[in-house]
């Protein structure tokens, strides 16, 4: 069921980006059975947790995105838990809700969409979309990195490149005619996929004390909130961890918007998402902060995760920024568990 | 325990490429127990599979390959099955033999090696050997593409560039002093890892019919032989599925070399592989053939490959235009299930 975040009203499990009194809306589920009977061990991959989704099981799509592994590193004598979010067939954790969009879509027989994106949810979009015959407009920045670009060219997504700010290319995106409009940043069910990524870092790592998340949208924001949420709901933690949103600086939405800019974080570069009010609210709930970081700050904390072994993009390392700023302002309690989940490739701006 | 193929000598399960008589060294191992007591449910990634291994498991790797999914697609009749053996650390099936590699080096406190590849398996070792700082020696021929040269340096690998053929990058690395050589041709471990890939796909999926393999040094195709082999031992499977060997026109090792050259197999160009006699008699125990594709076949498989969802390097194409080509000539059993691994991501060849 939807539920409009505004006026309450609810609305089946159909694909709707909003209510029609223009609220948000929100998926809400029922579980009626124990987590255990839930999941579905049959399965190594993320059809595990089919179970706890609003999608119809007959019009799945053909990609199935893998269980993402998580590594344990001790750093400076926290437990650290990267989960390579970017080991995913488009190469970014943005697989997992457009995997359950693209069900969605596939229930309706929606076969020409819309959406704007910095890159990774166009690609997404573009290799789900390419495998199921629905035809994929992607709106990106002019100045989304060439690797990106080439790849889109490749699955054939119907580009529209835009020369202007990350708001500018989403008012054009909306203003398309001819396609069902399926932007992440108000598309419910992307977080639904999204949320997944809790479920999994339960299963393999147990608790957590904090998560540390590079926060634009908050598509991957939300949906970590929701899976702890849910999982809190199921009894299964005692409560839901600190999250931590961290964000690029010069782009901040949650705090003061610094004057120096940080422009390697490309991927969540947004100043007004549509959802901040609902960020805003999970992190005071989850007594989570949110910090920002510098272009200085993002570089070495590249090269730190390169030499750990994962190649990302730099808005991936954001995070890793972030975790190294509390760390210096001691704010993380000793010998805690911070679960941080790594976003994107570095495979795909190779020709950066 | 390590036998040698030639003289039949036995050594303990130390890092060793070749035996002290020359002949080649293959991991005999010796299971007491059913499967389902050996494999370890609490983990959804490759240690699922750690009592299988040869390995110690207090010197894992840090950075733990994924279990890879499995999609299905009916194509002309046939069910077809692709593993996504590029969503790992390094973006090409090798990680599995090198997360088995790696361990025993670390076993042994190795902390200096060399090794020649046309790239994937050089990335993957550069990759591996980052997180553990181990100092890696990669040979490559000249013509490696530039994404991958790219990750080579990034990955700050100690890069020997070839002007010369690919057997001529591997003289080159065995003359090389100064660093343990690991080269996968020989390495027995390198196997144990790319068996795993057969354990997953049992589990996934259960029996198939056929496998169809992109075949150069034979690192995956003796793997899987080995996998197959292992669970006909411990009574899961009636018999090992027929073994196809797909490999480059001009650089055919089991077969009459074609004159023309397909150079999109950049993966298996290996006209001399030492474990030549090794693939050939695993086809025959079988009943598998091996058959040579075009660099034409090649492009078109990519594409087809590329809208079904899968950015895969030219190589992984390798093995599906095979599997047309089967088809084509009607040597497919009717309604059959074909396992076909998908070996290297498109995204590092992106420059190209």
């Not at 839930?38 to 119809?56: E, G, T």
């Not at 910090?291 to 808005?315: C, P």
Request: aromatic residues 8%; charged residues 30%; glycine residues 8%.
């Amino acid at each position: 069921m939807l539920k409009c975040q505004i006026c309450k009203a609810t609305y089946p499990d159909v694909f709707r980006l909003k209510c029609d009194c223009g609220g948000l809306l929100d998926v809400v589920n029922e579980f009626e059975k124990p987590l255990e009977d839930l999941l579905n061990s049959d399965y190594l991959d993320i059809r595990r947790y089919l179970n706890l989704l609003p999608v119809n099981q007959k019009t799945l799509p053909s990609l199935t995105p893998p269980i993402t592994p998580v590594i344990e590193r001790k750093i400076e004598g926290m437990k650290v838990l990267f989960k390579l979010e970017y080991l995913m067939p488009s190469g970014s954790f943005k697989d997992r809700g457009t995997y359950v969009t693209v069900a969605k879509l596939k229930e309706e027989g929606i076969k020409e969409i819309s959406l704007d994106s910095s890159g990774n949810a166009a690609i997404s979009f573009a290799l789900f979309g390419k495998a199921e015959n629905i035809r994929v407009h992607v709106f990106i920045p002019k100045h989304t990195s060439e690797g990106k670009k080439k790849l889109l060219r490749l699955l054939k997504a119907e580009i529209h490149e835009i020369d202007g700010s990350r708001m500018e290319v989403h008012e054009k995106a909306q203003e398309f005619k001819g396609a069902t409009y399926v932007s992440h940043w108000y598309n419910p069910y992307f977080l639904e996929g999204t949320k997944l990524t809790a479920y999994e870092a339960f299963e393999q790592i147990g608790e957590v004390e904090y998560v540390i998340i590079p926060t634009g949208s908050g598509s991957l924001f939300l949906g970590l909130y929701k899976g702890f949420k849910e999982l809190e709901r199921f009894g299964k933690i005692k409560k839901i961890p600190k999250l931590i949103a961290v964000q690029a600086k010069g782009f901040e939405s949650l705090g003061k918007r610094s004057k120096e800019k940080n422009m390697l974080g490309e991927g969540i570069a947004i100043p007004e998402p549509p959802r901040k009010e609902q960020i805003k609210s999970a992190l005071k709930e989850s007594k989570g902060v949110h910090i920002s970081v510098s272009e200085e700050e993002t570089k070495k904390a590249l090269e730190e995760l390169r030499s750990m072994g994962f190649i990302v993009e730099a808005t991936s390392a954001v995070g890793y920024a972030g975790f190294k700023l509390l760390l210096k302002k001691e704010l993380l309690k000793e010998n805690s568990k911070t679960l941080m989940p790594l976003t994107g490739s570095g495979f795909k701006s190779l020709t950066l």
